[in-house]
């Protein structure tokens, strides 16, 4: 079995506790309360065990503390999956709420004119639905790169 990696040793176990108590992240608060333990001089398995994680988790999250301090200890948010629409298709989309219900959608009389004659979708170079949709996805099918 390898060697024990050494915590950074310019704090205290009472200032890391300390610094425990303040979090505002529950998370990075049971981090610290490991580590304390650990520079309070119980076992790593134990520490970790009483933090709830692995042995191999608290060995990360004290390599963490050691490169970065205790701010070191908070999640690092996931940047999630890209956004599917871009700017043109925001404002495409926005330029369909603006314009009000459809007439044939939503039941007006085909009597009272549209807002506007598609204006929207001209300046990014799509095909407006046609005139007789039965559906809003005929609307969105009509934007282009949206499937």
């Known amino acids: ?3 024990a ?3 950074r040793t310019d704090y205290t176990a009472t200032e890391v506790r300390l610094l425990a108590k303040q979090a505002k992240d529950a998370a990075q608060a049971r981090r610290l309360l490991a580590i304390a333990a650990v520079l309070d001089g119980s076992s790593r ?3 970790a065990t009483n933090a709830g994680m692995d042995r191999q988790t608290l060995r990360d999250w004290v390599i963490r503390f050691n490169e970065q301090g205790p701010d070191g ?3 690092i948010p996931s940047p999630g999956a890209p956004p599917k629409l871009n700017d043109t298709h ?3 989309l926005a330029g369909i709420v603006h314009e ?3 007439p044939a959608i939503h039941g007006r009389p085909s009597s009272i004119p549209r807002k506007t004659s ?3 979708c001209a300046t990014i170079g799509c095909q407006t639905a046609s005139s007789n949709p039965s559906t809003i996805s ?3 099918a009509a934007m282009p790169g949206i499937r």
């Open 1 to 3: 079995m390898g060697q």
């Open 73 to 75: 200890l908070v999640n």
């Open 138 to 140: 005929s609307t969105t």
């Open 100 to 102: 009000g219900p459809i």
């Open 45 to 47: 398995t134990e520490a």
């Open 5 to 7: 990696i050494a915590v």
């Open 118 to 120: 598609g204006s929207s």
């Open 90 to 92: 925001k404002a495409f």
